[in-house]
Every structure is written in structure tokens, then in C-alpha cells.
């Protein structure tokens, strides 16, 4: 049996730790530069504010009905994530453990007596909770796919279900089945929904009753067959595998305002290449390739007087793999001198690593000096200092100083858990 332990609006709830008066309040959290909503908490869902909706739009709902507002503040996010991480480890195990994403994990439930699963599920929901501070649902299933159905059964109706689904039996899987559209299956895309019901399958049970044959030649092949094996109680995504591969990494913001100048753009792209060499070591991984890109604003005739342009981008393949913050950095500039046009203001730019491998398979290269392991040692020793420091304490000089180009953040909360200058102060 496999348990998905995910926090419910996990921004907002992260925020409500530390500002306890908000408990059944509405909040929101907003999107890099306060864009677009990222998070709601549900009693902001009841006043209509729409998931992924531009702020501007959504400013008179929010007015009108006091909504708490955040700017997103990645820092606090990151650490309540370890926290509600670590205390799985903890409780269930390290090695039964696998972090999905910030918010979500995967556990392996072997280990918990059949007549127990309930009660375990429902203590695994009460420890995060007390420990933490951060509201989660769990749901359990014999497989990865199923386990993300009961999950979602458990959100859905949070007083009914105490936010602990357990999906133990064949009929509750098939009822559970019948009430899920296949559009929001685990692993089914929305051109992949579209695509099953064009064929009349409109939920995950008369999807789980397709032959096998038919989903891999119909969706994509061994995932689609994996898939559906999932769907009928046959484990076929252990922990540590992926639905599908990660192919690429990527690192994108917009700019608090926009930005005219080279300089300004050469700062951002090496930041940007920055953040995502760190997320690939994290990850032990070398990339081949990489590609930078920039977003023009548009003037156009009417109320708005600028656009997005269509993104501008090009791509440089390395001469060989590999996860060096200097020489992707080095890569980037290049690609920025390319693609920068003088006049044109930019409103967003971005990077992608691709091509990725494993860090020891990287082949290396007979004309080209091998200094990769000392270039290794010294990204460790940077990754290491700047996380215990903050604040990005060391840096490439191709990322500026001042950073004028940087978002806008202005309902940002104090990093409460990371900056000993924003500690909560309890009087």
C-alpha cells in the first residue's frame, strides 16, 4: 500500500503558521512579481477568487472581503517543506519516504498492518499537523495512481472525510474510480483527457477498464501502460520512479519592471543560470545543453499600451555535460549577445538546462583539459555556504550587485524560519 501525504494550500497554510488570526480567514498568495493567484485557501474559493487568475482582476473580490494578500516568500515555503518532509522521515522511516514536489510525498505503507491503515493515515495527518503547524489530507491506496485518488477524495470534502481517505477494498476503489473524470488522473495531460474522451471515457473507472494493449498504443506507450496497471491494483511506479522523466530544468521570472539594457539582461539570465546549476546538482545531474530566452513588451493601439512579444530564444550545446555554474553561465552570455535586441524592452527572461544525465556518466573530452572535479569541489563548497548563509553570500560576478531587474514583492511576509533579523516575535 502506498500513502501521498500533501498539504492542503500549502502557501497559504505555510503563511497561517506564523499569523494564527488567520486560521479561518480568506488568503491568497501571488505568483512571482504579484501576477497571478498561486494559492487560495478555501474560504477565498467561497468569495470566487480563481486559481491562476490575474491579480488586478481578482483586487476588487479581495478588497471587498478583507482577504489577506502575500507576496510569495520561497524562503519560508522551502524550509515549512523540510519540516513536514523531515517529520515523515521520521515517523514512517527515511527510506519509506519520497518527496514529490514541495508540498507532496509518497509513502510506502507495506510495513502498516491491513486493519491499522486507517488509523496510521489518520496519526501521519494529526503528527505533520501538531509538528508542524501545516494542514494536510493522506490518501491510501494499493498503488502511486491510486493513492493520488484517494487524495483527492479527501480534499474534496475535508469534514467528511477528516482529510484522511483510505481506498482498501475493491468497491471503494471502483466507486472512488467512477467519481474521478479522467482529467484529473495522476499522469493524464489535458491533451491526453481530451484525447480519451474523444474514445467516451470520461472517468479513471472506464479508464481502468481498457486493455492493456490499447493503452500503450493509444497513450504514449509504456506510460499509458503503466498507467492503467496502476488504475487496476497493479503497483507498476515504485518509490524514487517517475511518472514520466524529467527531461529538462528551467529557471524563469518576470522583472519588477521593465528592462532596456544589456547589462541588465546579462545580470538576470546569470542569475537565473545560477538557480537552475543548483537545482540540477541537487539532483546529481549534468546538462548538455542549455537555452536562454527573453520576452519582449509590445506597444499596441487600445486601453493597454503593452503586450507580451513572442519569446525570443536559441540554444548552445556544451561541449560536454556538465553541472558548472561558470560554464553554463558562460554559455548564456553568449546566447543573450545573440538574441538581445538594443531598444526593445524585455519583460521576462529565463533559462533551460537540457540534455540532462547523471554526473557520473559524463564522457569526457580529449581536446578540453579536465578540471571537472575540482570545478565539482568548488560548486559543492558554494552550494553548501550559501545555503547556510542566505542571501546568495557568494556569487558570480556576471549576476550583478544591484539587481534592479528583481520582481516585485510587495505583500512579501518576514522569512520567519530562515533570517535571524525576521524571527517571529511573540510578546
Known amino acids: 500500500m502506498y500513502a501521498v501525504v500533501d498539504c492542503n494550500s500549502f502557501y497559504c497554510s505555510a503563511e497561517r503558521v506564523f499569523r494564527p488570526e488567520l486560521a479561518d480567514k480568506p488568503v491568497v498568495v501571488l505568483s512571482n512579481n504579484d501576477g497571478c493567484i498561486i494559492s487560495r485557501s478555501d474560504e477565498a474559493k467561497v468569495f470566487g477568487v480563481k486559481m491562476a487568475g490575474p491579480y488586478f482582476l481578482a483586487k476588487d473580490i479581495i478588497e471587498k472581503h478583507n482577504i489577506a494578500t502575500f507576496s510569495s516568500n520561497y524562503n519560508l515555503y522551502g524550509d515549512m517543506s523540510w519540516r513536514v518532509m523531515e517529520t515523515l522521515r521520521i515517523i514512517m522511516g527515511e527510506e519509506n519516504v519520497e518527496v514529490y514536489s514541495v508540498d507532496e ?7 502498516v498492518p491491513f486493519e491499522k491503515l486507517d488509523a496510521v493515515a489518520l496519526q501521519i495527518r494529526e503528527t505533520v499537523e501538531q509538528w508542524t503547524g501545516v494542514k494536510v489530507s493522506v490518501g491510501v491506496a494499493p498503488t502511486k495512481v491510486l493513492s493520488k485518488v484517494a487524495n483527492h477524495i479527501a480534499k474534496k470534502d475535508k469534514q467528511a472525510t477528516n482529510c484522511v481517505t483510505v481506498l482498501d477494498t475493491p468497491q471503494k476503489i ?7 473524470p479522467v482529467g484529473e488522473v495522476w499522469g493524464v495531460g489535458r491533451q491526453f483527457a481530451k484525447k480519451l474522451i474523444s474514445f467516451g471515457i470520461l ?21 499509458g501502460l503503466r498507467l492503467v496497471k496502476e488504475l487496476k491494483c497493479e503497483p507498476s511506479i515504485g518509490l524514487g ?5 524529467k527531461k529538462m530544468i528551467a529557471t524563469t521570472r518576470m522583472f519588477g519592471a521593465p528592462v ?3 547589462a541588465s539582461i546579462k ?3 546569470a542569475t537565473y543560470t545560477s538557480r537552475a546549476a543548483e537545482k540540477l546538482r541537487r539532483q546529481f545531474g549534468a546538462a548538455s545543453a542549455i537555452t536562454a530566452f527573453v520576452v519582449p513588451k509590445m506597444p499596441r493601439e487600445d486601453d493597454h499600451p503593452f503586450v507580451h512579444g513572442p519569446m525570443i530564444s536559441d540554444c548552445i550545446m556544451l561541449p560536454h555535460a556538465t553541472c558548472v555554474t561558470s560554464d553554463l553561465i558562460k554559455a548564456a552570455m553568449k546566447i543573450v549577445d545573440r538574441i538581445y535586441e538594443e531598444g ?6 529565463g533559462v533551460m538546462l537540457s540534455g540532462i544525465i547523471q554526473d557520473t556518466s559524463v564522457q569526457g573530452n580529449f581536446f578540453i583539459p579536465k578540471k571537472e572535479n575540482n570545478n565539482r569541489m568548488l560548486m559543492s563548497m558554494m552550494d553548501n555556504i550559501n545555503f547556510s548563509m542566505r542571501d546568495d553570500i557568494l556569487k558570480f560576478a556576471a549576476s550583478g550587485n544591484q539587481r534592479n531587474w528583481k520582481m516585485r514583492q510587495e505583500f512579501r511576509s518576514p522569512r520567519y524560519t ?10
Open 260 to 262: 532596456k539594457d544589456l
Open 344 to 349: 526593445k524592452l524585455y519583460k521576462k527572461a
Open 174 to 180: 471502483n466507486e472512488a474510480l467512477s467519481l474521478t
Open 267 to 269: 545580470e538576470a539570465v
Open 241 to 245: 520512479d517517475e511518472l514520466v522523466e
Open 203 to 223: 472517468d479513471a473507472y472506464q479508464f481502468s477498464k481498457m486493455p492493456e494493449e490499447w493503452a500503450r498504443k493509444n497513450f504514449g506507450g509504456v506510460v
Open 105 to 111: 510525498a509518497f509513502i510506502n505503507m507495506d510495513a
Open 418 to 427: 530562515s533570517r535571524w533579523d525576521e524571527l517571529c516575535e511573540v510578546k
